[in-house]
């Protein structure tokens, strides 16, 4: 079973998910480039090479994008040095883009000699901002949960990183505190 969470709508948003709350500390999920190397896999970027990097690289473009995910999710925009950070991750990539189609759907993928992960990811990062609102980026309002997630519903009032986990906690307690307000 995944210890890792896939609950933002992109690689890019899941990666900076691979630190997470639980039992109240903030946990860590990449220990090792092993780990790296697993969480690459469960997020359908297996042309990535974990060994290609370090882990601290990978912590540290980490840490920039959930500083971004969160300057936008407090209303914030994109600024030039986010654009250099990304950008300077895009220029690692070392082949071509194809155009290919799977289950009837088109999608772009990309064929690397080097396999730089951290390509990947920026490379999603910018799918995101250039193809999507970055203002739909959210982080979780669930008590304590540090998630991020793009919001893709209709109404754009997405306010969970998932229903089933904080979701129904939050809800728990909110009815909690109305039936209790209401017997005092």
């Given at each position: 079973?995944?210890s890792f969470v896939f609950v933002g709508a992109s690689p890019a948003v899941d990666f900076v998910n691979t630190e997470i709350v639980s039992a109240g500390e903030r946990v860590d999920l ?155």
């Open positions: 079973m995944s990449l220990q090792s480039i092993d780990d790296f190397s697993a969480w690459l896999r469960e997020a359908g970027l297996t042309q990535g090479d974990a060994r290609a990097v370090s882990l601290r690289e990978v912590k540290s473009f980490r840490a920039s994008l959930r500083q971004l995910f969160t300057r936008l999710a407090k209303g914030g925009s994109v600024r030039r040095s986010d654009l250099d950070l990304i950008n300077e991750k895009l220029q690692r990539g070392r082949g071509s883009f194809r155009l290919e189609s799977k289950k009837g759907k088109l999608g772009i993928r990309f064929e690397g000699k080097e396999r730089d992960p951290l390509f990947l990811i920026a490379n999603a990062a910018a799918e995101l901002l250039a193809g999507g609102d970055p203002s739909l980026i959210r982080q979780c309002e669930g008590r304590g949960c540090i998630l991020f997630f793009y919001d893709e519903t209709k109404s754009h009032t997405r306010r969970w990183c998932s229903m089933a986990g904080c979701g129904n906690r939050m809800k728990s307690i909110l009815h909690y505190q109305r039936t209790r307000a209401l017997r005092e």
